[in-house]
């Protein structure tokens, strides 16, 4: 999917959630995308489910596989994680991803890295 066809799926006026920041409005929504996307050579999401929830909603388990330029020397990446979505007139108006940022960012920071497993280490 190209950034340019995530009209046919959200709303303009969708609430996007994610660890990293909150983005209000199609045209943030796309921005963002745009600029993750800038450094990644690979991303790919395996759906190990979707659940409805309520009456216009749904909650996704997802395994996201990516490579970047800048995160873990471009070797391949997967960060497991939740969605929550609402949709209303058959388009994607509220959308939360939950994810662990340490997983897909800070474990492959040469130096914070080695620190968190660490600390994970000890924790268990």
């Known amino acids: 999917?190209?950034?340019?066809?995530?009209?046919?799926?959200y709303s303009t006026d969708v609430v996007f959630i994610d660890p990293i920041a909150e983005h209000n409005g199609l045209a943030a929504v796309e921005q963002y995308f745009s600029k993750l996307l800038k450094n990644a050579k690979?991303?790919?999401?395996?759906?190990?489910?979707?659940?409805p929830v309520a009456e216009?909603?749904?909650?996704?388990?997802?395994?996201?596989?990516f490579t970047s330029k800048r995160?873990?020397?471009g070797r391949p990446v997967a960060v497991d994680g939740l969605t929550i979505i609402n949709i209303q007139n058959d388009?994607?108006?509220f959308h939360?991803?939950?994810?662990?940022?340490g997983q897909?960012?800070?474990?492959?920071?040469p130096m914070l890295?080695?620190?968190?497993?660490?600390?994970?280490?000890s924790m268990g």
Not at 56 to 65: A, D
Not at 104 to 109: K, R, S, T, V
Request: proline share 0%; charged share 30%.
């Open 42 to 51: 690979y991303c790919e999401f395996d759906i190990h489910y979707k659940n």
């Open 104 to 109: 897909m960012l800070y474990e492959h920071i």
């Open 71 to 73: 995160i873990n020397k």
């Open 96 to 101: 939360r991803d939950y994810y662990d940022l």
């Open 91 to 93: 388009k994607i108006v």
């Open 1 to 9: 999917m190209q950034v340019s066809e995530l009209e046919n799926i």
């Open 113 to 121: 890295g080695r620190i968190i497993k660490k600390i994970k280490r």
């Open 56 to 65: 216009q909603g749904y909650v996704v388990s997802w395994t996201m596989k």
